[in-house]
């Protein structure tokens, strides 16, 4: 059975409150354990493998809190990444805080960047997921033993080999991490309902597999499949 | 039975040699049949279409000669879009034709770009098919006789409302050809095996289901979606 980054418990965090260098105000809070050592941070599951695997550990702060935007990027884009709290705000203070004018995009392109909206907490705990999953694939770093009691208490157990694709369900490698075609990586963050980020709909999935699912959610894909084989008489 | 531009007959062309404007040698010639009036041309079964959906035939005459490049156009892309017989030349004769050196490319471009390689024939037969496929959609505008002969001497009846997506095998209305997001096509040509171009080969696809498809062969993808509905426990 894959796994999911399904809640399963609870921490107590220590929540003191963090500095907002952003344009969008948020109430940044610290997420380390309540009592801990050392600085506050709102990533401090992601300390190891910023020191282990560097890109791994960008890749899953940027996809947690930022909108996408390389695959849709153009003149009239708005934005390439903004803080998906951001897109929250109605279009007057997306105007005053950041200078673009939502009501000037096409109706396409509001809609993808409002549908990447998300509050800050929904950002933070999709970082944690995505950092739980990252240590479940074949080949990963072992976290250390703080870091791992961390995300097992959220989570469960963290087991090296059992994070597998989230759309096609193969085993995923930590390796296919570092392998990237023209500058796109092989494994993306992707959402099983392109319109909720939390925990529970987001994890890791093949490039190949996140392009085809495209706009649908995962059940619609999997539906679609079905009528697709059953057209071509490869299905009862 | 969804229909395939599969050759089931012959045509006696004119066969007149035409001139050639672009910078690869190619033995272009008169497509039009034997004794015909008017002048030559190698896209005759074209003319109504130019006339009455000239995006249709445009784009017909566009995927069935020329590479594409939007999708994966950059600055080491080489070409945006060129005469696929080109990509029939060794490296020096196309630096020495267009001023591009292959060898500069990147192996994936490269590869991509010889991938699309085939014989003006191929092409010309290509569009033949194409144009066949758009008279068979529902909605689309019927032949004048002389051109429903031509097509129908090739691939058989021209009967509106056959044509299918070559992937998802749902029924392709002519109107989609209008509908564009973002500048884009909701109909594209797509091809079963990516590196074959010839009409047997080439159809028409909802954009959703050739970019799910990607690099695979038809084949292949549907393959694919059959172990993900068996991973996913849809399929036994």
Not at 153 to 162: I, Q, S, T, Y
Not at 208 to 221: E, H, P, R, S, Y
Request: one cysteine or more.
């Amino acid at each position: 059975v894959p796994q999911d980054p399904v809640a399963r418990g609870q921490l107590r965090y220590c929540g003191k409150p963090l500095a907002n260098r952003s344009r969008f105000a948020v109430d940044k809070r610290c997420f380390d354990v309540a009592g801990h050592a050392g600085r506050c941070s709102d990533f401090p599951y992601l300390k190891h493998l910023a020191r282990e695997a560097k890109n791994v550990a960008e890749k899953i702060k940027r996809d947690a809190t930022k909108t996408t935007g390389a695959a849709w990027l153009s003149d009239d884009a708005g934005f390439n990444r903004v803080q998906r709290w951001a897109m929250l705000l109605p279009d007057d203070e997306v105007l005053r805080l950041a200078g673009v004018d939502m009501t000037k995009l096409s109706e396409g392109v509001q809609r993808k960047l409002r549908d990447k909206a998300a509050t800050y907490d929904d950002c933070i705990h999709v970082a944690q997921g995505l950092t739980w999953l990252a240590y479940g694939m074949a080949g990963a770093p072992a976290p250390p033993r703080d870091i791992g009691d961390y995300l097992e208490a959220l989570f469960g157990p963290v087991e090296p080999g059992v994070t597998s694709c989230v759309i096609c369900r193969a085993p995923l490698e930590f390796s296919l991490f570092r392998l990237a075609r023209r500058g796109r990586a092989e494994i993306e963050s992707a959402h099983k309902n392109p319109r909720v980020h939390t925990p529970e709909n987001v994890g890791f999935a093949h490039r190949f597999c996140n392009i085809a699912q495209g706009d649908m959610t995962l059940d619609d894909f999997y539906e679609w499949m079905e009528t697709v084989l059953r057209r071509v008489g490869r299905l009862a």
